[in-house]
């Protein structure tokens, strides 16, 4: 009788865990800081338009919610190099979540545009911080495939 031996094939899946502590972390501060961008992200033209600012008003409050986020990519990666990423995240959580507060009350449309200015530094800061943890977290294995 022959005997047919066979090697076993490699494995598809990293012997190491995926799923480490810090890389959870990393996924709940994502998790909350998209949540807190998107609560206000539909709330903030409604608010200018209340405050009879009109359509343009409410697009001066997205655009510079947009021009915040963009500043704050471009320059995230400086900073990232010079705090931290613990640092850098913790600066983008706070920029984007006290601003909100000033909202409670009725408020210029000048006070919204600041605010919307800020918030989108703090999502800028916080999006590109997480992506760059996850990147850095991820076991070497899953990038080759």
């Given at each position: ?17 995926l799923l ?25 033209p ?23 986020t963009?500043?704050a ?42 605010v ?30």
């Amino acid at each position: 009788m022959s005997t047919l031996t066979q090697t076993q094939p490699a494995r598809a899946v990293p012997a190491g865990r995926l799923l480490s502590v810090p890389l959870a972390a990393t996924f709940l501060a994502e998790f909350s800081s998209l949540t807190s961008f998107f609560l206000l992200l539909s709330v903030m033209p409604m608010l200018a338009a209340a405050a009879g600012s009109g359509s343009s008003g409410a697009g001066l409050i997205t655009g510079s919610l947009l021009l915040g986020t963009v500043a704050a990519e471009a320059a995230a990666a400086a900073a990232i190099r010079r705090f931290g990423y613990r640092a850098v995240l913790g600066a983008g959580a706070v920029l984007l979540g006290v601003p909100a507060l000033v909202l409670l009350v009725p408020e210029p449309q000048a006070v919204m545009v600041s605010v919307s200015f800020v918030r989108g530094l703090g999502f800028g800061l916080s999006g590109v911080t997480t992506g760059a943890l996850t990147a850095r977290l991820l076991p070497p294995e899953i990038g080759r495939a």
